[in-house]
């Protein structure tokens, strides 16, 4: 079992910035792939970004390539995601997420991870 626990939400005006991070802890964090995905109300969630477990390919969701980046500590068993830019349609709340080892591929489903954290909102006034 991991448990994922993600800090750094909060209320941030149009063009800000926010550092998003997810705490590993539990079974031992290697070989997880890890991924953010985000819900805003009365929207289904949506896929964001997501790393393998060597940091070293990632992939991003058209709608914030090129304003957000993941990146990871493994030594710490922290996934970090930097939102630059901020648009009023980034509020949500945002989700971290672990996928078991594996070949890396780009999850973008839901249902190809296999824990989750309890979220952290992201409010973005105009």
């Known amino acids: 079992q991991v448990q994922l626990v993600e800090s750094g939400g909060g209320l941030v005006q149009a063009g800000g910035s926010l550092r998003l991070s997810c705490a590993a802890s539990?079974?031992?964090?290697?070989?997880?792939?890890m991924g953010w995905f985000r819900q805003a109300p009365g929207k289904e969630r949506e896929f964001v970004t997501t790393?393998?477990?060597?940091?070293?390919?990632?992939y991003y969701a058209d709608s914030v390539k090129g304003r957000f980046t993941i990146s990871r500590d493994n030594a710490k068993n922290t996934v970090y995601l930097q939102m630059n830019s901020l648009k009023p349609e980034d509020t949500a709340v945002y989700y971290c997420?672990?996928?078991?080892?594996?070949?890396?591929?780009?999850?973008?489903?839901?249902?190809?991870?296999?824990?989750w954290g309890q979220g952290t909102q992201v409010t973005v006034s105009s």
């Open positions: 539990g079974r031992t964090f290697s070989g997880y792939a």
């Open positions: 997420a672990a996928r078991r080892p594996g070949s890396w591929y780009p999850a973008t489903r839901s249902r190809e991870y296999d824990y």
């Open positions: 790393i393998s477990w060597s940091g070293d390919s990632t």
